[in-house]
């Protein structure tokens, strides 16, 4: 599915939150590369950081107390390469990138859709944006999109409101919604945690099926290990700010390389696996004034003096497997496989 | 949806009795009547007393009956129109609220679109550039506009009208106009005036607008689909009227039901400071000298404003907001 | 180094912490760290601190008893005391005021002899003693002098100082708001904790009893009432009557939020737990419920206060409220009803400029609560 044309590059990005109590460091120097037609996974526990970082990728971190602090954000278009970090927020560019590049869904599908607008216009509103149509098409357009999304009847179901639909209809229509420009990109920020598994079950297929229609590249955001192993190729692990781990789906599922990885796998629980959970003790820290330092390293059993001295570089593990860890200073040595 | 409105009509009913007796209740709470303020007036005025005139008066007018005979006297007329005798005047109640019930609509309708005009837009502008200059001006004008009670607003304002500008803004006319038919020259001197009631009733309801619409505002803002419009690439400007505002606006429709009785309680105090010719004032004079019909009739009045705002409200927000059903 | 199976046995059982950032605040301490953090709603706080205080020791801070009467000094305009004259400073000193009768007109008029200087004394003894604080007899007064009168906002037309008039009446206007509270506070905790956690019946009739008391307007209900109050009654009768006026109607806010805080509150899981472990009801609206309001509470206690303050003042401004000799700032401005009255003597105006500075304080104070209560937002 995947293959090698390079999509888009984040690298170094930065994005702080002037609060009031001081200022959030919720991304904090993140590196990425998302291939063209691939599935990358970015999985953390809440607080993480991973949101802001797809929400930065669009150029849509909440104002006016966030803003991207540096990095880039570099996008490859059809003609050209766009760095997002530098653009208007609100610019023609940006927009232009918003309506034919990239799309995104989130985590609540009631609250996602305007609830005083049909489903249907809202579909036809992004069709209208994204493509030279007018009404009578783009409500043609809207109806087949429904139907590739599975809502039927399409013909009336476009004429209800959000709150006529559930939670599992409501996530097709957002999809339907996103998907209705056609895009390159698709951002997912928890697209189903808040649906029962089996509807879980269905979004997920449906989204490996249009990814495979559209050719897109899926950013695909949860804190959810069995989701992420389920659909990505590769896995970003993102802490306080930071990526901690990045691998191949496999290569991460079988041979973590950062303690935090490996106390994520150890704390879900897995049929026919005998060995104990074991939860990661302690607790995420708020990310106002952290030390300069590795910040997971409260909660490390394999801390390390350094550990609490001087933050750990990305240390390459070979095949594209990197790891933000101490352990590797002296090269790729692995621990328990 | 008409289902709904018949129903809500018909518990009207019982609640317009309910409150036919607290009004009657409340104009009757204070010790004595209407002959006794009437007498002590009198008195003060050192006109002569005479017990007899009192007597054939308090008989006339029934005061001396029992309270549930004096309350079915009054509420008995209500059905054909009539709502009792106003004493200090002697003519029925009607006649005095059709003489001020039209400048009483008047400002009140002024009012409404002065505050709406002005808040809404000011209420958006606030949230969608959260502290910024213009939020911190807008917020602390809002601060000043409910902590000057209204009455206090209304002196300020004549104060400076007559001292620094030498004009008397009190009453809606000059008193050579009263009375007299209507002229080009004396709308002129309405609406010379019209605007310090308007402004002094208004600032306080709009401070609290703004304050609704910006947190509603601010609300929406941080919504879900309002990024998710973004990312579709939607002008900013459609995702804030299009998106934000068009919810956001709708908790300041449920307040249309309570700007309607303010027709009448709004500018009470005001209206005394002003020397306004609205009702207000009036029901201030009734209560003082125990005109108790004509006191009671225009609270009823005020309270039945207030239950049918409410039900305009409630219809109001099942049209703009699809999620409200009826069943 | 590379041995992490070492490092973890080292490190197992001892818990470090990296200081502060990692430990979590208590909901108290964010909200006063927020609160710290309101520049209006601390300038707020310090306004009310003087006011009260001032309202406290209005005895010692007044030179007058407030209806005490200079007949010879009639709607004298504000006084200043100086403390620098032509020469640089100078020990305090005020120019005294002539009056002298115009034989025309028969009206008193009036004129600041600035050829004269007459000291200020501080810390003053007066003939007259007042009882401090309503504890003790004394005769110790801030200012004051020997030679002549001092009227630092003027007089009104029978000659009564309208500084002593103003700070002695806060202590009416700001006290009727308190208890005026209260009251509500104890009736909205009553009915709104009732009806958001019993529900269905009892919520149904407490629901409408708010509906209904709503519906009463509220200017004609106090009017009504504040006309009902018999005019023999003394001071104190007329100020609790006056209190409980208010609070009829202030109630509802306070138990409207309180109920829609206590329904959201009772399906969270912390309460459920509460629940299923076999607590008592009254355990759990006292031990689970009413902390996680407070806040709530808390600022609908400080918004509501300068309704009543202002409630109070429109009352008495009317005539319908507290009555002289009572000294309340809505007393003080029946004065200013008169729009000519003000034009002639604008000092007349000065307690609604108190009015207003306390219901602002109030107001900033409770946003700043609000703001603080809500970290997150």
Redesign the interface.
């Known amino acids: 599915m995947k293959n090698n044309d390079i999509l888009l590059e984040v690298d170094n990005l930065r994005t702080y939150f002037d609060t ?2 001081g200022l959030a460091k919720a991304v904090d120097g993140v590196s990425f590369d998302l291939y063209k037609g691939e599935t990358l996974g970015i999985v953390g526990e809440s607080g993480c950081g991973k949101s802001i970082t797809s ?1 930065s990728i ?1 150029n ?1 971190v ?1 104002q ?1 107390k966030g803003k991207i602090h540096g990095g880039e954000i570099k996008l490859h278009r059809e003609d050209e390469v766009v760095d997002i970090a530098k653009l208007k927020r ?1 610019g023609k560019k940006m ?6 590049d ?7 599908p009631m ?6 607008y049909t489903v249907g216009s809202q579909i036809m ?2 069709i209208m ?2 493509h030279d149509v007018d009404k009578v098409e783009a409500r043609e357009m809207a109806i087949e999109m429904l139907r590739k999304v599975g809502i039927s009847p399409a013909e009336q179901r476009i004429n209800d ?1 959000p ?1 006529q639909l559930s939670g599992g209809m409501n996530q097709r229509a ?1 999809i339907a ?2 998907l ?2 056609n895009p390159n990109l698709l ?1 997912a920020d928890e697209p189903t945690t808040a649906l029962d598994v089996t509807v879980e079950a269905q979004i997920l297929e449906l989204m490996a099926e249009l990814q495979q229609e559209y050719q897109m590249s899926i950013m695909f955001i949860s804190h959810d290990l069995d989701v992420i192993g389920e659909i990505s190729d590769r896995v970003v692990v993102m802490y306080t700010g930071k990526v901690v781990e990045v691998a191949e789906v496999e290569e991460l599922f079988y041979n973590p390389s950062h ?1 935090y990885t490996q106390g994520l796998l150890q704390s879900i629980p897995k049929i026919g696996r005998k060995k104990e959970l074991k939860p990661i003790s302690g607790s995420v ?2 990310i ?4 300069d ?1 590795c910040h997971f ?2 909660r490390c ?4 003096d350094i550990c ?1 001295k001087k933050e750990p570089p990305t240390f390459d593990l070979g095949g594209g497997h990197q790891a933000k860890c101490w ?1 590797y ?2 090269g790729g ?1 692995n ?1 328990e496989g | 949806m008409l289902s709904y409105i018949l129903r809500r009509t018909m518990i009207m009913i019982p609640m317009i009795i309910l409150i036919s007796m607290v009004s009657f209740l409340i104009i009757t709470l204070p010790p004595g009547s209407y002959i006794d303020s009437y007498l002590a007036n009198l008195q003060r005025m050192g006109g002569e007393v005479e017990q007899s005139r009192a007597d054939a008066l308090a008989d006339r007018y029934g005061l001396n009956d029992p309270i549930y005979e004096q309350y079915w006297k009054w509420v008995k007329g209500f059905p054909s129109g009539n709502f009792g005798m106003v004493f200090s005047e002697e003519r029925p109640v009607m006649d005095v609220i059709q003489e001020r019930i039209g400048f009483t609509i008047l400002i009140s309708v002024l009012t409404l679109l002065f505050t709406w005009i002005l808040s809404i837009p000011i209420g958006i502008y606030s949230a969608v550039k959260q502290y910024s200059f213009g939020d911190y001006f807008f917020t602390f004008f809002g601060f000043l506009g409910v902590s000057i009670p209204n009455f206090l607003l209304a002196i300020i304002i004549m104060f400076t009208g007559l001292r620094f500008f030498g004009v008397n803004l009190s009453g809606l006319m000059p008193a050579a106009y009263m009375g007299e038919p209507w002229t080009l020259a004396k709308i002129a001197e309405v609406l010379k005036r019209i605007w310090v009631p308007v402004v002094v009733v208004g600032t306080a309801g709009m401070a609290g607008l703004i304050r609704i619409m910006r947190a509603e505002m601010l609300d929406q803002l941080r919504q879900p689909y309002i990024q998710m419009a973004r990312s579709k690439g939607v002008d900013e400007i459609k995702v804030i009227i299009k998106y934000a505002a068009r919810i956001a606006v709708n908790p300041l429709i449920s307040t249309v039901g309570w700007l309607l009785p303010q027709i009448i309680s709004g500018g009470t105090i005001a209206g005394i400071v002003l020397g306004l010719p609205t009702l207000g004032p009036k029901l201030y004079d009734a209560l003082k000298i125990q005109d108790m019909y004509l006191a009671g009739t225009i609270i009823f009045i005020n309270i039945v404003l207030i239950l049918i705002g409410t039900l305009l409200s409630d219809i109001l927000l099942a049209l703009v907001d699809p999620r409200i059903r009826y069943d | 180094m590379n041995n992490p199976k070492k490092q973890e046995k080292i490190t197992k059982d001892t818990e470090i912490t990296m200081g502060d950032p990692f430990k979590a605040k208590s909901h108290w301490q964010l909200m006063w760290q927020e609160f710290k953090n309101h520049k209006l709603a601390m300038g707020g706080i310090v306004v009310l601190i003087i006011l009260y205080v001032s309202a406290l020791f209005a005895g010692f801070l007044t030179p007058y008893n407030p209806n005490e009467r200079f007949s010879e000094y009639q709607n004298i305009a504000p006084q200043t005391i100086k403390f620098i004259d032509e020469d640089g400073l100078s020990a305090p000193y005020v120019h005294p005021v002539v009056g002298e009768r115009n034989m025309e007109t028969l009206a008193m008029e009036y004129t600041v002899d600035e050829s004269q200087k007459i000291p200020v004394d501080f810390i003053y003894r007066t003939e007259d003693t007042y009882k401090f604080m309503g504890l003790f007899e004394t005769n110790l007064k801030l200012f004051g002098s020997a030679e002549t009168q001092i009227f630092l906002f003027g007089t009104d037309g029978l000659g009564r100082d309208v500084f002593s008039r103003t700070i002695h009446g806060a202590r009416l206007s700001l006290t009727v708001g308190l208890i005026g509270i209260s009251v509500s506070l104890v009736l909205g905790l009553l009915l709104g904790g009732i009806s958001g956690y019993m529900g269905g019946m009892v919520d149904n009739f407490i629901q409408r009893v708010i509906e209904f008391t709503l519906a009463i307007p509220k200017i004609p209900l106090w009017m009504g009432l504040g006309a009902a109050l018999p005019q023999d009654w003394t001071v104190i009768q007329v100020y609790f009557a006056i209190t409980v006026i208010l609070s009829l109607t202030g109630w509802v806010g306070m138990a409207r939020v309180l109920r829609g805080q206590i329904l959201s509150l009772k399906e969270e899981d912390f309460v459920k737990a509460a629940r299923a472990a076999g607590a008592k009801g009254g355990r759990i609206i006292s031990k689970h419920l009413l902390p996680n309001c407070m806040s709530y509470i808390l600022v609908n206690l400080t918004l509501a206060i300068p309704g009543m303050i202002i409630g109070e003042t429109a009352l008495s401004f009317l005539g319908l409220g507290l009555r002289p000799p009572a000294v309340s700032w809505g007393v003080l401005l029946q004065e200013a009803q008169n729009v000519r009255a003000v034009a002639d003597y604008p000092w007349y105006f000065i307690p609604g400029i108190f009015v207003i500075i306390a219901v602002l304080a109030f107001n900033f104070v409770g946003d700043g609560l609000r703001d603080a209560a809500d970290p997150y937002h």
């Open positions: 009031r109590r929400l669009l849509l909440p006016p609100t927009k232009d990138i918003r309506r034919k990239s799309a995104m869904i989130f985590q609540d609250s996602s859709l305007s609830p005083v509103e992004g944006l994204s409101y709150y957002m919604v996103a209705a420009s951002i303690p820290p708020q106002y004034n952290l030390p330092a390293a409260p059993p394999h801390r390390m609490t352990l200073e002296e040595e621990n």
